[in-house]
């Protein structure tokens, strides 16, 4: 939205269409005049952001109020509360939460027309010219106003700072040297960033409404799935070409939304979840790939999953009453249900070892409590009790404990630290008291983390792991993920894959 261009086409609509003492708002005329310049005609998106509800799905109706209303800092979101009254905004509000009257689509051909280079790889250097450790960078998604910010993880200082997609999604993936960082926005968007050069390669919009994105391991691929239209989409990791979409069709035809895809290093294989069907699909990118998926019927319907160390197993949701499963991805057998109550975040799980033996926790969105599984023989070994239901749980080889949120409910200020040997909470922190503490990661030796202060006048605080003293407190707006690159290229034990 513009504002000047919005004046203009306001002062020629004909009377009726704005909000008058007799008649409703014409929300659909409303969005014509007031915002399809920007955001695209049936709302599909153009220089802002989609505005279909599935895109808008984590944010509150009350919050796309605030931002029609008072526009959006640092962005070309203008403020329209003296040009529309109450009633109209509201309209409009309820209009983009409301499904559209054709559902979108968006072809191969509307991928390929997306796609942009932005530089020219082959002419910038091929070493880092900011003078930090290239393994110990972090990317911060700042989520309040929609920004990236790289941060040296030695000094702790910005190196960059550059605005973003709407609402990147499912945590940046890096190239295996930690070169390059890929994005994955909302609605679509998949953008290339070189962290030796600090500047953008290219960028694509692989689809609608998109949940996450992998790397290949061996550096050739990234695949994107989608919600909407719901497929895989494969890119060329060089400058994000297209590849090959592959539609999300179960065996028996039934068409499937993507829940997740993740990269499983040790079996050179993309591993996907399909949120509509009960099927894992296994993507092979070794030698000269096809991208035909190995089909893995599962017991139940997947929304998220985990890996074992060894990548053979995955830990799954299940919508069943026992909340887990296992399913076996070298003979593709559902092997058993697991105890997992409530709605276990199992894409945020860590394991680590415990008196020798393999365990794995995770935190549950419905519930406060911590489950702790027992990686051989699939069974519970403690429910650990927190202060509410949490969503972020990460921890590093060199730490001892496992740093969980509570991310929900009137507590969402502490942070538990649990001792990774006796299963207990050790310690609670309040950094901020009365503001949400959320999403830990450390510095690649694991000596020092950064934590989010996840408001909108928030912070990352560095703090250092072994004294839990805050060395350094850096503002910002909403930070939610920090990701690191020598843990994150290293599948290192404790943070998030």
Known sequence: MRLIASLLLAASLPVGVLA???????????????????????????????????????IKPEEVRNV?????????????????????????????????????????????????????????????QHGADPLNLFVVVEAGNHHVRILDGDRFEELANFPSHF??????????????????????????????????????????NTRNLAVSSDGRWVMVGNYLPGNLVVLDAEDLSLVKPIEALGNDGTPSRVSAVYTAPQRDSFVVALKDVKEVWELSWAGTPDFVPRRILAADYLDDFSFTPD?????????????????????GEALTDIPLPGMPHLGSGIYWQQDGRWVFATPNISQGLISVLDLATWELVTEIPTEGPGFFM????????????????????????????????????????????????????????????????????????????????????????????????????????
């Open 167 to 208: 609402a990147l999604h499912g945590g940046p993936k890096f190239s295996p040297d930690g070169r390059f960082v890929y994005f994955a926005s909302r609605d679509g968007w998949v953008s290339k960033y070189d962290l030796h050069n600090l500047t953008m390669i290219a960028e694509v919009r692989a689809g609608l």
């Open 20 to 58: 008058n003492a007799s008649s409703a708002p014409d929300a659909t005329a409303l969005y014509q005049a007031q915002c399809q310049s920007c955001h695209g005609l049936n709302r599909l998106g153009g220089t802002g952001p989609a505005l279909l509800p599935e895109s808008l799905g984590r």
């Open 394 to 497: 990460r921890s590093h080889e060199n730490s001892k404990y496992a740093w969980t949120d509570v991310f929900f409910g009137p507590n969402n200020d502490a942070i538990h630290l649990i001792d990774k040997q006796t299963l207990k909470v050790a310690h609670t922190l309040r950094p901020v008291p009365g503001k949400n503490a959320a999403h830990v990661e450390f510095t690649q030796d694991g000596r020092y983390l950064l934590l989010s202060v996840w408001d909108t006048d928030g912070a990352l605080l560095v703090i250092d792991s072994e004294t839990l003293e805050e060395i350094k407190r850096i503002p910002m707006n909403k930070p939610s993920g920090k990701y690191n690159v020598g843990n994150k290229i290293g599948f290192a034990e404790g943070t998030s894959h």
């Open 311 to 331: 990548y053979r197993y995955l830990l799954a949701t299940s919508r069943q009453a026992k909340g887990g499963q296992v399913i076996d991805l070298d003979t």
């Open 68 to 128: 029609i209303h008072d526009g959006r800092p640092a962005s070309q979101m203008a403020a329209y509360g003296e040009l529309l009254g109450s009633d109209e905004i509201d309209a409009l509000v309820g209009y983009l939460y409301r499904p559209a009257e054709v559902a979108p689509t968006w072809s191969e051909a509307d991928v390929r027309a997306s796609h942009r280079i932005l530089a020219d790889v082959s002419q910038l250097p091929d070493s880092p």
